[in-house]
Nanobody, 124 residues
Framework: QVQLVESGGGLVQAGGSLRLSCAAS????????MGWFRQAPGKEREFVATISWSGGSTYYTDSVKGRFTISRNNAKNTVYLQMNSLKPEDTAVYYCAARQGGSIYYTLYQYNYWGQGTQVTVSS
């Protein structure tokens, strides 16, 4: 079965950096677009970033543009989210998601598979 396992979360001070990883199994990874979403306490899950199957196309929500970078390594079946200049408002559980097809998708309902999430906490 399809499994997505996130790692790399933790506690960091404002202005710091973290790199999240999401290891995929049970699917032909290079055939899937991948996305990162986040959910803060009391809020709905929201889109953060997406990347096409080849890595040639990416898209970000406005609040993370210039600070976060999504990338993928199809040989390792892994997608990454490099997060720099972190802010307290970035605090959330971060989820990776997979959607069969090559393009980019930024609505959570478009994704077929989800990981369990990794907590990111940014202190002020």
């Amino acid at each position: 079965q399809v499994q997505l396992v996130e790692s790399g979360g933790g506690l960091v001070q404002a202005g710091g950096s973290l790199r999240l990883s999401c290891a995929a199994s049970g699917l032909t990874f290079s055939s899937y677009a991948m996305g990162w979403f986040r959910q803060a306490p009391g809020k709905e899950r929201e889109f953060v970033a997406t990347i096409s199957w080849s890595g040639g196309s990416t898209y970000y929500t406005d609040s993370v543009k210039g600070r976060f970078t999504i990338s993928r390594n199809n040989a390792k079946n892994t997608v990454y989210l490099q997060m720099n200049s972190l802010k307290p408002e970035d605090t959330a559980v971060y989820y990776c998601a997979a959607r069969q097809g090559g393009s980019i998708y930024y609505t959570l309902y478009q994704y077929n598979y989800w990981g369990q999430g990794t907590q990111v906490t940014v202190s002020s």
